[in-house]
C-alpha cells in the first residue's frame, strides 16, 4: 500500500530511423528536453541515426542490437508484399507495411521487459511536446492495477502513435511476448479482414488479456474525436501528434 501512496516513476519511449528522425524524430527529442523535467527519462530506440543529441535523462537503444529478433525477423519479410504492397489495390498502401510497424512494437516490448518504472508513456517519433506535461493525469491515467492504455477507435481501433504501458503489472512481461509473437509467428499477415497493422496489431494483442484492466481513453473522455484522439482530449494541453503533412511544417 505505500507504494500506491508515493509518487509513481514514470519514463518515456520512442523509436525512429533516418528518415524520421530527419522529418521529426530531432524535433520530437528537441521539445522534450525543453517541457519535459529533468528527472524523468526518454528511452531512444534508434536505427540508422547515430545519437547526436546527449543528456542526462535521454538513453539511447540501437533497436536491432537489443532486438537481434527483430532484426532477423525484418530480413527475412525483403518481399515488398510484408511492405505495404497490395497486390489487389496495385499500389503501396501504408497501413498495411507490417515491417515498418514493428519497429515501434518492438521498441515497446524490450522496454517493458527492461523497465524500472512504474509507467511507460510510448510517444511516436512526430510528436511534439508543446507545454510541461500534466504528470498526475498522466498517473490517472494509467492506474496501477491496468494493464496498458489506449485510444480503442469505433472503425479504426487503436492510435498506436500514443500508448502506455504498466511493466510492473502482473502480466506486463507476458504483455510484451504476445505482441511479439503476433510478428514471429506470421499471425500479423492471417488479418485478412483489418489488414491495418499498425492499428490491429496491438488491438488483437490486447484482446488476449480482456480478464485484466485496461483503460481505453475513448471511454474515458467524452467527445474527442472518433478517428482521431488526442488534439481533442487533455492530451492536447503539452503534446501534439504531427499526422500527415503536419510533420513537414
Not at 531512444?44 to 546527449?54: A, F, K, L, N, S
Not at 543528456?55 to 539511447?60: F, P, S
Not at 511516436?124 to 485510444?151: G, W
Not at 488479456?209 to 484522439?229: A, E, I, S, W
Request: hydrophobic share 30%.
Amino acid at each position: 500500500m505505500l507504494k500506491y501512496n508515493m509518487p509513481r516513476k514514470l519514463e518515456v519511449c520512442t523509436t525512429y530511423n533516418q528518415e524520421y528522425y530527419d522529418l521529426c524524430g530531432r524535433h520530437m527529442i528537441e521539445t522534450f528536453q525543453r517541457h519535459w523535467p529533468g528527472h524523468i527519462k526518454l528511452h531512444v530506440y534508434w536505427q540508422e541515426q547515430e545519437p547526436e543529441i546527449t543528456a542526462d535523462n535521454i538513453v539511447y537503444h540501437e533497436l536491432y542490437t537489443v532486438q537481434p529478433l527483430l532484426k532477423d525477423w525484418v530480413a527475412a519479410h525483403s518481399n515488398e508484399k510484408y511492405r505495404g504492397w497490395r497486390e489487389d489495390r496495385g499500389k503501396y498502401v501504408w497501413k498495411n507495411d507490417g515491417v515498418k510497424f514493428s519497429h515501434k512494437v518492438f521498441a515497446q516490448t524490450h522496454r517493458i521487459r527492461n523497465s524500472t518504472a512504474d509507467i511507460i508513456l510510448y510517444s511516436d517519433a512526430d510528436t511534439e511536446y508543446t507545454a510541461r506535461p500534466d504528470l498526475e493525469y498522466l498517473s490517472e491515467i494509467c492506474p496501477v492495477d491496468s494493464l496498458c492504455t489506449f485510444f480503442d477507435r469505433p472503425k479504426f481501433r487503436d492510435e498506436t502513435g500514443f500508448y502506455m504501458h504498466n511493466p510492473q503489472h502482473p502480466r506486463a512481461k507476458q504483455w510484451a511476448d504476445r505482441l511479439e509473437e503476433i510478428y514471429l509467428s506470421g499471425e500479423v499477415w492471417t488479418y485478412e479482414k483489418d489488414r491495418a497493422a499498425d492499428q490491429y496489431t496491438m488491438a488483437f494483442g490486447r484482446d488476449s488479456f480482456k480478464d485484466c484492466k485496461q483503460m481505453d481513453l475513448m471511454r474515458y473522455h467524452n467527445g474527442v474525436d472518433l478517428k482521431d484522439p488526442v488534439p481533442t482530449s487533455p492530451l492536447s494541453k503539452f503534446l501534439n501528434h504531427l499526422k500527415g503533412d503536419k510533420k513537414n511544417q
